[in-house]
């Protein structure tokens, strides 16, 4: 069975540039998470979908921030325009309905704003 | 915001030793969750704990959880080189159907690093 994929792994950029991040869920996989990770912490949810439905995005900056997941499997995440403080790793997670709640990661994309 | 605080922040050991990492939380779960993370990988879900569950074993792992404390601890016995990672412990404090189930909190996370 394939992990969950995420692209580009890495990214640097420019402060007030645009950025995206793509990820593709575990197969069958409704459930589907953006993290962000600051170094030396955990993970902080953005952004939770159920299907193609966003359930949680209260932890979402959403004045630059926004997420898609069009037909209820691959997803995006955009920042427009980035800032200094948006360098950090992005992980994709996903979770199936019978899983009693176990995530399944991808490698993440580690964001560098300059 | 982070849920719990994970203790201690950095762990050396040596290759056999047992390793022991401590996990606090502040408000009530449906189950807490321990993760690892490789340098520059993403997170690995070693073992979940229920509520009502005091403690678990899977291979090397032992997972107790005390709800009257609000602490969970993880136990590497006969730790090697390769457990060398970040270990995270996730709090899911929603009930089944609830708007807030499947939702886990991180900790900061304990370095464990195992010198062979």
């Known amino acids: 069975e394939a992990g969950v994929v995420q692209s580009p792994r890495y990214k640097i950029i420019e402060k007030k540039q645009p950025v995206a991040f793509w990820c593709n869920p575990i197969?069958?996989?409704?459930?589907l998470y953006w993290y962000r990770q600051n170094l030396g912490q955990g993970p902080e949810l953005l952004i939770r979908?159920?299907?193609?439905?966003?359930?949680?995005d209260s932890q979402l900056p959403k004045d630059r921030f926004s997420a898609e997941r069009l037909k209820g499997v691959d997803s995006t995440l955009k920042i427009q325009p980035a800032e200094l403080g948006d360098s950090a790793v992005y992980l994709c997670?996903?979770?199936?309905?019978?899983?009693?709640?176990?995530?399944?990661f991808g490698p993440g994309t580690r964001l560098t704003v300059l | 915001s982070q849920q719990g605080e994970e203790d201690p922040q950095a762990l050396s050991i040596q290759e056999g030793e047992n390793a022991t990492m401590n996990c606090s939380y502040k408000t009530s779960i449906n189950n807490l969750q321990w993760y690892r993370q490789n340098s520059g990988r993403g997170l690995v879900h070693l073992i979940l704990i229920r509520s009502n569950e005091r403690e678990k074993h899977s291979g090397r792992l032992r997972v107790t959880l005390d709800t009257s404390k609000k602490s969970s601890s993880l136990l590497i016995t006969a730790s090697r080189a390769a457990d060398t990672a970040s270990y995270f412990c996730?709090?899911?404090?929603?009930?089944?159907?609830?708007?807030?189930?499947?939702?886990?909190?991180f900790g900061q996370g304990t370095i464990l690093t195992v010198h062979p």
């Open positions: 996730a709090t899911d404090g929603g009930t089944a159907g609830g708007t807030s189930y499947g939702k886990l909190t």
């Open positions: 197969s069958g996989h409704n459930t």
């Open positions: 979908y159920e299907n193609e439905e966003a359930v949680d």
């Open positions: 997670a996903s979770r199936s309905g019978s899983s009693a709640n176990t995530q399944y």
